[in-house]
């Protein structure tokens, strides 16, 4: 089993920035993909980023790409989201998750372990 702890999540105006953290624990944390996504209300669950085991290969959506890195220590065992020049449409509860055998993947359904969320709030 895995568990998984985000923080970091808040209110800010839209052009700031915003340091998303994944806390892990319960299995060895460098044999696990990890991934962000988000949800707004009404909408779907949707990818935002993942990450490799190492942390060499990154993968973003579209709406992330250029403006937001994801990252991993593997040595804290946890994997981080540097969000920047944050827009309204941003607004979101972010999750944290963990895929063990399956591989890096945007696919919600691809992954095994989630964390509680952190409420993401930009004002205009």
């Known amino acids: 089993q895995v568990q998984l702890v985000e923080s970091g999540g808040g209110l800010v105006q839209a052009g700031g920035s915003l340091r998303l953290s994944c806390a892990a624990s319960?299995?060895?944390?460098?044999?696990?993909?990890m991934g962000w996504f988000r949800q707004a209300p009404g909408k779907e669950r949707e990818f935002v980023s993942h990450?490799?085991?190492?942390?060499?290969?990154?993968y973003y959506a579209d709406s992330a790409r250029g403006r937001f890195i994801i990252s991993r220590d593997n040595t804290k065992n946890t994997m981080y989201l540097q969000m920047n020049s944050l827009k309204p449409e941003d607004t979101a509860i972010y999750y944290c998750?963990?895929?063990?055998?399956?591989?890096?993947?945007?696919?919600?359904?691809?992954?095994?372990?989630w964390g509680q969320g952190t409420q993401v709030t930009v004002s205009s």
């Open positions: 998750a963990a895929n063990g055998i399956r591989g890096s993947s945007t696919r919600s359904s691809e992954y095994d372990y």
């Open positions: 319960g299995r060895t944390f460098s044999t696990l993909y």
């Open positions: 990450i490799s085991r190492g942390g060499v290969n990154t």
